[in-house]
């Protein structure tokens, strides 16, 4: 049955939808004019009026960013007491507790998740276990040095221990880690310092190293696909293969004398992270792309534009019309 009120249509048989989103737009006016049909009860009446009346005030934003922020004043606090008390509670007191409070991490994980509780609860705790760990192991080395001079153990055990968690708590963000811990172990290492100062990476074995475990990285993103294991760790594969790779062929396009061979890889990256941004509509595909390229695409202007003041206007203007473009294209992925 439908009747209008004040112009509007009212759907008295809809059942599927509930009560209070049925009169969402309904005034006190369309209620007495129900009510006076003998469609609804007095009690029906006042109950409906104050349904709508109240609306609802969610807390979710705020409570989040009071966790985070608690999390972070709980991180400043133990490193500021370690550096306070290091000399008379002792460093060894000081990693255990880290180990300790890295696994109540992960059990208060385990805890949230079997609780029926949204994933993002335990999602922080996964997190603030996986850095509580890291700072732990690499305390630990510098205390102690239990892998004597070999820092790169440091970060295979990190990466490790950040894939099974990856894997066991279904987190893409652990995953994220395990693959730079993994990377720094091989060798996968920048130093800042030396771009700076001198350039040029000094590591060149980078190159290669960086397009292998990039590869590798998206062969076995594709496999897990292929066999439906984690399909939804298929993107965090690929962009973790693309950083690496673009890395690579970033590191070649300055260090190596063959400028040609490391453009046209670039622009084989940048094809490629594109075509999958497209195919699989993500964004962060896309970004990753149209950053790398463009750092390429700067490098090779400065080196041709010998003014500073024009180099500068370009970086200026070419920046200001990537983030125009990026939003642009961030809109069609978000309305699609």
């Not at 004040?6 to 059942?15: F, K, P, Y």
């Not at 004043?73 to 007191?93: K, P, R, V, W």
């Not at 968690?165 to 130093?191: E, K, N, P, Q, W």
């Not at 070419?318 to 069609?332: M, P, Q």
């Amino acid at each position: 049955m439908e009747r209008s009120t004040n112009g509007r249509a009212l759907s008295l048989t809809d059942e599927r939808q509930p009560l209070a989103a049925r009169v969402t737009d309904m005034n006190r006016e369309s209620l007495e004019y129900l009510y006076h049909l003998h469609f609804i009860t007095r009690e029906q009446k006042e109950r409906i009026a104050r349904v709508v009346s109240n609306e609802v005030f969610s807390l979710h934003d705020e409570l989040r960013w009071i966790l985070w922020v608690g999390a972070g004043s709980l991180l400043a606090g133990m490193i500021a007491f370690a550096y306070g008390t290091i000399n008379t509670t002792g460093q060894s007191i000081l990693i255990a507790l880290l180990f300790v409070l890295s696994g109540t991490a992960f059990l208060s994980a385990q805890h949230r998740s079997t609780a029926s509780e949204p994933a993002g609860a335990s999602s922080v705790y996964v997190t603030i276990g996986c850095i509580l760990f890291a700072v732990a192991v690499g305390f630990w080395e510098y205390a102690y040095a239990p892998f004597g001079s070999a820092w790169q153990l440091v970060a295979l055990v990190c990466g490790g221990v950040f894939l099974v968690v990856a894997y066991r708590y279904d987190h893409r963000g652990a995953l994220g880690l395990a693959f730079v811990g993994i990377g720094l172990a091989i060798g996968l290492t920048v130093s800042p310092l030396s771009l700076m100062m001198q350039g040029y990476i000094v590591r060149t074995e980078l190159i290669s190293v960086g397009f292998a475990y990039g590869g590798l990285l998206a062969v076995i993103g594709s496999f897990q696909q292929y066999l439906n294991i984690k399909k939804h760790f298929t993107n965090a594969f690929m962009l973790g293969a693309g950083h690496f790779m673009f890395l690579a062929a970033l590191a070649g396009l300055v260090t190596d004398t063959e400028k040609l061979l490391f453009v046209l890889i670039i622009l084989l990256l940048c094809y490629a992270g594109t075509a999958y941004a497209r195919r699989t509509r993500s964004f962060a595909a896309l970004l990753t792309s149209c950053i790398y390229g463009y750092l390429g695409a700067a490098y090779l202007v400065s080196k041709g534009i010998a003014d500073p003041s024009v180099q500068l206007a370009y970086i200026i203007v070419s920046c200001a019309a990537v983030v125009v473009g990026l939003f642009s294209f961030r809109k069609t992925f978000t309305e699609g």
